[in-house]
Nanobody, 123 residues
Framework: QVQLVESGGGLVQPGGSLRLSCTAS????????VGWFRQSPGKTREFVVL????????RYADSVKGRFATSRDNAKEVVDLQMNSLRPEDTAVYYC????????????????WGQGTQVTVSS
């Protein structure tokens, strides 16, 4: 059983940056692919980024390509999401999830979820 905790959310102005972290415990973190998803009020949960269990492969949603970057450190059991050039439409609760998913990005293939962290992009 893997527990996931997201951190790093907050309020940022358009064009700004934030770095989210997903910290794992309680399981063999390196056995799982990790995805970042986001959800805003009235919308379904949306895929953002997927990183394979080794960290060697990644997939990004078109809406964040060139602006977001992910990295993972299996020794520290952490996956980071660096978000640059943030836009108001990036406002959402961001979740990390773990599962044996790659290359699939549907939320249904992930077994473990964090509680989410709020990101608000506003002037």
């Amino acid at each position: 059983q893997v527990q996931l905790v997201e951190s790093g959310g907050g309020l940022v102005q358009p064009g700004g940056s934030l770095r989210l972290s997903c910290t794992a415990s309680g399981g063999t973190f390196s056995s799982y692919d990790v995805g970042w998803f986001r959800q805003s009020p009235g919308k379904t949960r949306e895929f953002v980024v997927l990183v394979s269990r080794s960290g060697s492969s990644t997939r990004y949603a078109d809406s964040v390509k060139g602006r977001f970057a992910t990295s993972r450190d299996n020794a520290k059991e952490v996956v980071d999401l660096q978000m640059n050039s943030l836009r108001p439409e990036d406002t959402a609760v961001y979740y990390c999830a773990a599962g044996r998913a790659y290359p699939l990005s549907s939320p249904s293939v992930f077994d473990y979820w964090g509680q989410g962290t709020q990101v608000t992009v506003s002037s």
